[in-house]
């Protein structure tokens, strides 16, 4: 199971993410915007058809900032 997938789970729950591995991959140690950026990865999860494969996929790549800017 990868973050990604972790991440999909705890943004379809309103759950905000409680285990390092999906802090570090996804949030970037950004401790003054975690509740901004929670809300960006749930809207574009749960509004905009991004999925754990799409996510995984940027993360591996260095694109997450890119996949952001266009699904927002």
Same mark, same amino acid.
């Given at each position: ?5 972790? #991440?999909?789970? &705890?943004? #379809?729950?309103?759950? &905000?993410?409680?285990? &390092? ?5 996804? &949030? +970037?140690?950004?401790? +003054?915007?975690? #509740? ?9 999860? !749960? ?7 799409? #996510?995984? !996929?940027?993360?591996?790549? +260095? ?6 800017? !266009? !699904?927002?």
């Amino acid at each position: 199971m990868s973050t990604s997938t972790d #991440l999909v789970k &705890f943004c #379809l729950r309103d759950d &905000f993410p409680d285990t &390092f591995c999906v802090m570090v991959d996804y &949030f +970037n140690n950004n401790h +003054n915007q975690h #509740l901004l950026i929670y809300a960006i990865y749930q809207d574009m999860i !749960k509004n905009r058809g991004v999925d754990s494969d799409l #996510l995984h !996929k940027c993360f591996i790549a +260095n694109r997450l900032d890119e996949l952001i800017s !266009k !699904k927002i």
